[in-house]
């Protein structure tokens, strides 16, 4: 069975390696492998004459030399995309596509032009200087399932190439094209790469203009419900870089209904990753998005994916929970409610560097907009000991002592409530070594934490501020 690689979407996009799938005849040839010198010769030489036969008045010549050189860029290894586009063939390919009565040839030729666009940028820029756009557009419109394949997958890969290429795909009117293409019950094989052409045609920086894009996100709120992997991860993607990029689909999906949705899809391994991504972007917006993913029970999963071993989970979980936690009362009572403190407390105490810092950055966010009892929550999950431990990377030592400034504020109020005579809090501090960390702050080189550190021991330790003469630390 012949491959054919899929270009590398630049500018950090992720790369998507298809290979050929179930249409019979792209299982017709096997390549001969030559040894390599030998092989190279014979390759140009071969390329030579397959040029001369694709000229020829004969259709079966023609034929015959446009699928043998299908069969040649098929190659998982090396295929000869510079030879073939040096030796001028790709206008000739172009020329193939347009034989409305000879499909098999303009299969041929759309499966070879696939190979050349997943090639480099100047070979895929080759593609269109010679005018294929066009062509490759009044193309879509083929009964063909086998040839549209081709063709969406054509257009996937220039799109895919660079944000220059992927406007100009969606300016010569690629969407609307596409968009018979992606209805759920479409050929699963002809649905698949439509879907991830559609991905190309949503992702990069910058991202396509909104009223290039905009008729995607209907297309891709019913691709949320296909059985189908592969679809439903690209359609994922898609969705998660048009609301990265337009705030007005966060809005869209909350409204259409699609957040339930995708909070399920957190259950299936295959996707949880584009749909955590989804939901961090959402629980990056305003309250009423927030609302919405607490109302889909997002908490109960991410309080499990906590535990998951992989760091990277644990690290987006963390950071859609401190997004939450950023909002109002209610929000923060609910992930109190859902027992997700004690997790995040835990994995301040024993994650790796980089949980460790996003946990503590979700409790920062906590204390900071919290009630009094919310904070003595965290108080009695056990925050302090960690928190105090954390002074002592630079990296969170400001996130850790504004979070041990804002429960000490309300150990405060719960003082003056309960008519204490003591901040109940200090002796909990004191006791975790916390005052001695203070101090430590206090002689830092870094300004900020030198002034934070500085302001909490004079409000709450005013008779002993400035005791000792620990070392200037970082």
């Known amino acids: 069975m012949h491959t054919r690689s899929i270009k590398a979407p630049r500018d950090g996009w992720s790369t998507a390696i298809h290979t050929s799938m179930a249409e019979p005849w792209k299982n017709i040839h096997m390549e001969i492998q030559l040894p390599t010198d030998m092989g190279s010769v014979l390759q140009a030489d071969r390329i030579a004459t397959i040029r001369q036969d694709m000229a020829s008045k004969d259709p079966d010549i023609v034929l015959k030399a446009t699928e043998e050189l299908r069969e040649m860029l098929s190659v998982e290894k090396d295929p000869p995309v510079q030879e073939v586009v040096a030796a001028g063939m790709v206008p000739l390919l172009i020329e193939h596509l347009g034989v409305h009565n000879n499909p098999p040839l303009q299969f041929a030729a759309a499966w070879a032009l696939t190979n050349i666009t997943a090639g480099s940028s100047d070979q895929t820029r080759t593609v269109i200087d010679r005018g294929g756009l066009p062509v490759l557009m009044d193309l879509m419109n083929s009964k063909d399932d086998n040839i549209l394949e081709q063709v969406v997958w054509t257009l996937g890969n220039i799109a895919g190439d660079s944000c220059e290429l992927r406007d100009l795909v969606l300016e010569s009117g690629g969407l609307q094209l596409l968009t018979p293409t992606l209805h759920p019950q479409k050929n699963s094989v002809l649905l698949q790469t439509a879907v991830w052409t559609l991905l ?9 203009k909104r009223e290039l894009i905009a008729d995607a996100f209907p297309l891709l709120r019913d691709l949320m419900s296909v059985k189908q992997t592969k679809v439903l991860e690209d359609a994922c993607w898609a969705v998660s870089c048009l609301m990265s990029a337009y705030i007005e689909f966060v809005t869209a999906a909350v409204e259409a209904g699609m957040v339930e949705k995708i909070v399920r899809l957190l259950s299936r391994k295959s996707v949880q990753t584009p749909a955590l991504r989804i939901i961090a972007t959402i629980a990056l917006g305003e309250k009423q998005h927030i609302q919405a993913l607490l109302q889909s029970d997002v908490l109960t999963p991410l309080s499990k994916m906590l535990s998951d071993r992989r760091e990277a989970r644990q ?5 859609i929970l401190a997004s939450i936690l950023c909002g109002g009362h209610g929000q923060i009572q609910a992930v109190i409610r859902s027992g997700v403190m004690p997790r995040l407390v835990h994995l301040m105490k024993e994650a790796e560097f980089r949980v460790r810092r996003e946990a503590a950055l979700a409790i920062r966010n906590a204390a900071c907009n919290g009630t009094v009892d919310q904070v003595s929550h965290l108080v009695v999950c056990g925050c ?10 630079l990296d969170v030592k ?9 429960i000490l504020h309300a150990g ?29 702050c206090r002689v830092s080189a870094d300004g900020l934490i030198q002034q934070l550190a500085s302001r909490i021991l004079d409000e709450f330790w005013p008779s002993t501020s400035g005791e000792g003469d620990p070392q200037t630390s970082n």
């Not at 690290?315 to 950071?319: A, H, L, P």
Request: charged letters at 25%; aromatic letters at 4%.
């Open 412 to 440: 405060t109020r719960v003082q003056q409530t309960r008519s204490l005579a003591t901040n109940p809090y200090t002796k909990v501090l004191d006791d975790a070594g916390g005052r001695q960390e203070l101090e430590y």
């Open 315 to 319: 690290i987006e979980c963390c950071e």
């Open 398 to 406: 400001l996130v850790t002592l504004e979070t041990l400034a804002a």
């Open 384 to 393: 302090i000991q960690p928190l105090v431990e954390a002074t002592r990377d």
């Open 200 to 208: 190309n045609f949503c992702r990069g920086k910058p991202p396509p």
